[in-house]
């Protein structure tokens, strides 16, 4: 069992419950983006999602769950290139049933700091929001 502590109370959470969720998210998100596959990110966004950030141009970008997996259609996969798998969880910050992630992704040919927020649904853990900066790999 684990304990999260907070100012004004400790809030008990099951380590088998929820963290296992949330990495299963996590991964089918990486291996949607490396193989550029819409359809297996779409299982895993809720449907009002959206996709805020910062490309290539450093203008802000608003996208729409369904202008989001538009665009990733677009994309050549990253495996199918034979680029290598570079994806990685730097932070996990959950409470109850809403979580927040914190991910790095290299994806044509930048690097991507998204910050995922999940919520828990009757059909598992799905990505809520997604926020991103990402930089041109020197």
């Known amino acids: 069992r684990i304990t999260v502590k907070t100012p004004t109370r400790e809030l008990p959470m099951s380590d088998e419950t929820n963290l296992k969720g949330i990495f299963e998210t996590v991964k089918i998100y990486f291996d949607g983006m490396y193989r550029s596959d819409s359809a297996l990110l779409g299982r895993i ?8 950030g910062y490309g290539s141009d450093g203008e802000l970008k608003t996208m729409t769950l369904d202008d989001f997996l538009t665009f990733v259609d677009t994309v050549p996969s990253p495996e199918a290139a034979g680029i290598e798998f570079d994806m990685s ?3 996990v910050d959950r409470s109850g049933k809403a979580a927040a992630v914190k991910v790095h992704d290299y994806y044509i040919g930048r690097d991507f700091i998204d910050y995922l927020h999940l919520a828990e649904t009757d059909s598992g853990w799905k990505i809520t929001a997604k926020a991103f900066h990402s930089d041109a790999r020197e």
């Open 89 to 91: 969880v730097l932070s």
């Open 45 to 52: 966004f809720h449907p009002q999602a959206s996709v805020i």
